[in-house]
């Protein structure tokens, strides 16, 4: 009887170490999964990041390229008021010189 009751602890105590190994390697894997986890979710907010700071450099750029582009054409529509300007006043001088004509 009594080497029945040691079996039956020493059974016990055995299922209970390999309940505790289990359960080890269990919370073992999971702390993994979450630092996995935790390791993806940083990687996702830095790529987040470095996209957003790439997006805000091509704003500037495009919004750079935008004011040189909207001064070309301010330069452009100067000039060409310039020309015609220029064209204007040729014509009243050569009107004034023409003489009147009966």
Do not use: H, N
């Not at 016990?12 to 190994?21: I, L, N, T, Y």
């Not at 500037?60 to 060409?80: A, R, T």
């Amino acid at each position: 009887m009594m080497v029945m009751m040691m079996m039956m602890v020493m059974m016990m105590m055995m299922m209970m170490m390999v309940m505790m190994m289990m359960m080890m390697m269990m919370m073992m894997v999971m702390m993994m999964e979450m630092v996995m986890v935790m390791v993806m979710m940083m990687m996702m907010v830095m790529m987040m990041m470095m996209m957003m700071m790439i997006m805000m450099v091509m704003m500037v750029m495009m919004m750079m390229v935008m004011m040189m582009m909207v001064m070309m054409m301010m330069m452009m529509i100067m000039m060409v008021m310039m020309v015609m300007m220029m064209m204007m006043m040729v014509m009243m001088v050569m009107m004034m010189m023409m003489p009147f004509s009966r």
